[in-house]
């Protein structure tokens, strides 16, 4: 039996609850549903929500606790038998008797000692699984039997089931809340430690971007260049690139879809157009390397110009194909929410449907357009994937669309990957640069917020 059996039990228990709840609050009245004071439904719900979450809370203190818990049983049982080990021995212990548990590779020789250790831990995840299962199904059995004798035809069921869906929503809403404040602090914290071997000013508007550092002091390189002031160039650069390519199409294919566009040529263009919303981002840059970036360069090659195999504006071309549904789609939301009697007094005065558009609607609409522009920028800020594969890691600062660039998550995910050590320079400048990339895209979402609300419109 595993996790997911005593889910499903417990599952079958709660439906079985319900049906009980619902039936035994039935028989109570003969039938009677005026003689209730809520739905049978709420009835059968309320069995189901007060005998299923304390089992269910069980559940989650053991996956989450049961580990460490055995972890410290075992660390005191290797100190029993090895004596006074450092924390790097124990760990390689502990290692080596969950994989000889779970039949894997060992680091040493299969001793008695390590087989006793590792049967030991496998019967410790045995019996402590066990007796939270155990104890689950004792609580949902016994919250079972009580409700059973709270079920009467005056009790208030849909108030109890509205305060807990309510305690739902206001639990869901500070776990969002405090997840973001904990994502803000620990950029923060590792970005302050970063700040400790690099001074801000070094980092912000430094020209160079090199930050391989070497293992010892003596060797060549020991101190890396952390500049970051190419990163953001070329960030804005591609996704300037971007949205030359995104923002007129994507406006443009909205207007003549709100307004030009059949019914008929709407309901097939706008979900094809949508797809591109849907495509995986590797694709693109699947697209980018093996397509755009060949082409540019060949017809670069052809009329004479230098064009690098990864180009910015390979990548920057591909994004603006990759964020024109973001635009188009918004756009078309903020056209068509204009009240149509805006568009029948202006055809009715005598305009044209151009006229219309460019001074009546899109006017009207430029709150929604003003923030469809926006998030596409920011969904541009911080794509990755097709700048690695079309304009590459090489960190210049550069105007020339046609030159190598790189960006601020390109170079995060280089400095994350692999082996890293937390307390060297190199490794926090990723924090570092995540924290000043949250900062970009927060402005952006202020301006687009600061926009809507100052030219919005209400209309009756």
């Known amino acids: 039996m595993n996790t997911y059996i005593v889910l499903l039990i417990l599952l079958a228990l709660s439906v079985l609850n319900f049906t009980l709840g619902k039936k035994r609050v039935l028989a109570a009245v003969n039938g009677d549903m005026a003689g209730l004071h809520s739905l049978p439904n709420h009835y059968g719900w309320f069995a189901v929500i007060f005998s299923l979450t304390p089992s269910l809370f069980i559940l989650f203190i053991w996956m989450v606790s049961h580990g460490h818990i055995i972890d410290t049983i075992l660390i005191e049982k290797i100190k029993a038998t090895y004596g006074a080990l450092s924390d790097f021995e124990i760990n390689v ?10 039949n894997d590779a ?4 299969i001793s008695p000692e390590l087989r006793e250790a590792a049967d030991y831990y496998d019967k410790l995840r045995v019996n402590s699984f066990w007796a939270a299962a155990l104890l689950a199904f004792g609580i949902m059995l016994g919250a079972s039997a009580y409700i059973a004798k709270l079920i009467t035809p005056t009790l208030r069921a849909r108030n109890h089931i509205e305060q807990a869906v309510r305690f739902v929503l206001v639990a869901s809403s500070t776990i969002a809340i405090l997840t973001t404040i904990g994502i803000v602090l620990s950029l923060l914290f590792e970005t302050m430690l970063f700040l400790q071997h690099v001074a801000i000013d070094d980092f912000l508007f430094g020209l160079k971007w090199s930050p391989q550092t070497a293992l010892r002091a003596d060797q060549v390189g020991s101190s890396g260049s952390f500049g970051a002031l190419p990163l953001f160039a070329g960030t804005l650069f591609i996704t300037f690139i971007a949205l030359l390519v995104a923002g007129p199409i994507g406006l443009l294919s909205a207007i003549y879809m709100t307004e030009f566009a059949s019914d008929r040529i709407r309901t097939i263009a706008k ?17 980018a390397a093996l397509v755009v970036a060949p082409a540019i360069r060949d017809f670069g090659t052809y009329v004479g110009l230098d064009v690098a195999s990864e180009s910015a504006l390979a990548a920057g071309l591909v994004m603006g194909i990759m964020i024109i549904p973001f635009i188009s789609s918004l756009s078309d939301d903020a056209i068509t929410a204009v009240p149509q009697s805006m568009r029948d007094g202006s055809l009715a005065l005598g305009s044209t449907k151009t006229e219309t558009m460019l001074k009546v609607l899109l006017p009207a609409a430029l709150p929604g357009v003003v923030s469809a522009f926006l998030l596409a920028t920011s969904r541009a800020v ?3 994937m097709i700048v690695v594969m079309a304009a590459g890691m090489a960190a210049n600062l550069t105007a020339n669309p046609l030159d190598a660039v790189t960006t601020v998550t390109v170079q995060i995910v280089a400095l994350l990957t692999g082996d890293q050590e937390f307390d060297s320079a190199k490794t926090l400048s990723a924090f570092a640069l995540g924290l000043a990339l949250f900062i970009i895209t927060l402005c952006l979402n202020v301006v687009a917020l600061y926009v809507v609300r100052k030219y919005r419109e209400e209309y009756e």
């Open 93 to 102: 212990h502990l290692s080596d008797i969950r994989n000889l548990a779970n």
């Open 106 to 109: 060992v680091s040493v020789a």
């Open 271 to 287: 979900p094809v157009l949508e797809i591109l919303a849907g495509v995986p981002t590797v694709v693109y840059g699947f697209f």
């Open 382 to 384: 911080g794509e990755t």
